[in-house]
């Protein structure tokens, strides 16, 4: 008997108590999931959840398990509680909630709740899955989800700020910002493809090739990218390696309308317009929001170089429709009424402007102002940056007086880097020289003149001219001064700088015998009737008198002595 009792006190000595916590219940839940007894997980995550109530984690096993058993009502009502009182820091309850709600079919509070989640979440651990039901929700919803910037992913602010800068033809900040996004995360394809965009706006084609090819690299597939080198291509006039990608690129039918949109851009810049216009009719064929007046003039010029006249014409009405303020459907109607009476032929380009020509000419008309749409579009700035390092001598001089009416921080920098190149043109870096200090950059300057290294300070530093003479009188500045203050908004910057390269020159041939300055207006006046034939501008003594409140009289006198010591009117 005493055995007996000893042998039960045994036993009872060896039996281990339960630890009854919220532990236990999650793992006993968790195997009952494994072996899909729902029922019993359920009632066992409720239990964790009564053990510790004020741990978010076990409300989110709750609302999962509830999920998992078709409850998403039940689910949802729980995360929503989990976000409001427990934890707000908690992002991956509106992926959750985004669940639920697609699988109640209630797409647009689905598309609400994931867009939250990307916008709202640090750490990114469903960025996959929430990518992939953005296409789900696209396909339910008929249209794109609407743009947001992805917290989880590194540089994706930024790099929405960057392509803001793209898009005002800011280069080079862009560019600073894409290298620094690149460099932090290297798979980030649209940063790099944008980068490369960024270079190639800025003349910098050799690095542009560079980076779209590392690009391909990393996604030899990449839509954005093969778009991006075939235009590179095209540019190069590589043929031989354009033919088999722009055949690529023919048979390319891309779902997602960024990657359409993209596609039929590029082909018609490739010249394919007939498959550009397939592109762009499918984009106008959706019926996902109201259309852009942009769109219907992109698929209007596809149209056009596919001889669709007719199709043209209603599409850039479209486009007049949607953009009444805007001149370029108008301007490219009155285009096509032309060709359509046998009076010229048709040019369209697919950029959404008034053709280069035509704003060049207004410009022209007035070449000390520049009209706004010039000076903010990329296309136009892009082409300036490209001309000063790729143009002529004489595009260049043309794009550096261009660039001063600019004179925002880009112009300063491209100028500046243009003083420095080694085998440039002394002249044009003496002309960038002089639109800097026109527009306000007053330090001293380190440039390379003669082949040399040099810190520029005053503008008649970089003048050969000023180099005959001991110093610089405050009367030879003030006669440029009037002049510069007096002169109209007819005169560029190039006439001005030409009118100080004259009376450097001239002061530099009479010195030392300088004549008194005692009329400075009427030297001024002077200076500006002979810059004025120089450029072959019809003015007379009296006109340019009158304005500098001079008389024609000596005006004539002066620009005869001028002319007489530097041979103005024989060039």
């Known amino acids: 008997m005493k055995e007996d009792n000893r042998a039960a006190a045994d036993r009872a000595a060896k039996i281990i108590p339960i630890q009854w916590d919220a532990t236990f219940f999650f793992e006993r839940a968790v195997r009952s999931m494994d072996r899909f007894h729902y029922d019993k997980a359920l009632k066992y995550f409720r239990r964790a959840v009564e053990y510790e109530p004020e741990n978010p984690v076990n409300h989110c096993n709750l609302a999962g398990i509830l999920s998992e058993m078709g409850q998403y009502e039940e689910s949802n009502r729980i995360l929503v509680e989990i976000l409001e009182t427990l934890e707000p820091d908690l992002t991956e309850c509106f992926f959750y909630m985004a669940n639920n709600f697609a699988n ?5 509070k689905a598309e609400q709740a994931l867009l939250r989640y990307l916008e709202e979440d640090e750490e990114g651990h469903y960025l996959d899955e929430a990518e992939e039901m953005m296409e789900l929700l696209h396909y339910e919803l008929k249209r794109p989800a609407k743009v947001v910037t992805i917290k989880a992913r590194q540089g994706y602010a930024e790099h929405d700020r960057a392509r803001a800068l793209l898009e005002e033809g800011k280069f080079s900040q862009a560019v600073k910002l894409l290298e620094s996004i690149v460099e932090q995360n290297g798979e980030f394809m649209a940063a790099r493809n944008n980068l490369a965009l960024a270079y190639y706006y800025m003349g910098r084609f050799d690095t542009a090739m560079e980076t779209i090819r590392e690009a391909l690299e ?48 590029t082909m018609g810049i490739l010249g394919e317009h007939e498959c550009a216009l397939g592109h762009f009719r499918r984009l106008l064929k959706d019926g996902s929001g109201e259309r852009e007046a942009s769109l219907y003039h992109y698929a209007a010029v596809a149209a056009v170089h596919s001889n669709r006249f007719g199709e043209a014409e209603q599409l850039w009405q ?14 490219y109607l009155e285009q096509l009424a032309l060709v359509k009476k046998g009076q010229g032929k048709m040019a369209a380009s697919y950029h959404y402007h008034l053709p280069f020509e035509e704003q060049f000419r207004m410009w022209e008309r007035m070449p000390g102002t520049m009209p706004d749409g010039m000076k903010s579009n990329p296309l136009v700035r892009s082409s300036f940056f490209w001309a000063l390092r790729h143009g002529d001598r004489k595009t260049k001089l043309q794009v550096i007086q261009a660039l001063g009416l600019i004179a925002d921080s880009e112009v300063k920098e491209a100028l500046q880097a243009l003083l420095l190149e080694p085998d440039e043109d002394d002249d044009l870096k003496r002309l960038a020289l002089f639109v800097l200090r026109s527009i306000g950059v007053a330090e001293p300057l380190p440039a390379v003149l003669e082949g040399e290294r040099r810190l520029l300070g005053s503008l008649t530093d970089s003048d050969p001219a000023a180099g005959k003479l001991p110093g610089w009188e405050p009367g030879w500045q003030s006669v440029l001064d009037k002049a510069f203050s007096c002169m109209g908004s007819e005169y560029g910057l190039l006439q001005q700088y030409d009118l100080m390269k004259l009376w450097l020159d001239f002061l530099g041939r009479v010195y030392p015998n300088v004549p008194k300055l005692a009329k400075p207006e009427s030297w001024s006046a002077a200076l500006e009737y002979l810059t004025a034939k120089l450029h072959r501008r019809t003015v007379s003594y009296q006109e340019v008198a009158e304005r500098y409140g001079a008389s024609a009289a000596t005006v004539s006198k002066y620009a005869k002595r001028i002319d007489e010591i530097c041979g103005v009117m024989k060039k």
């Open 104 to 108: 109640m079919e209630q797409y647009e």
């Open 218 to 265: 990393q996604e030899e597939g990449n839509l954005h990218a093969l778009c991006n080198l075939a235009i590179f291509y095209q540019h190069a006039n590589d043929t031989e390696n354009l033919a088999p990608l722009t055949d690529q690129l023919r048979r390319t039918v891309p779902f997602h309308q960024e990657h359409v949109f993209k596609l039929a851009t």
């Open 318 to 331: 479209q486009a007049v429709r949607r953009d009444p303020k805007s001149d370029v459907a108008r301007y």
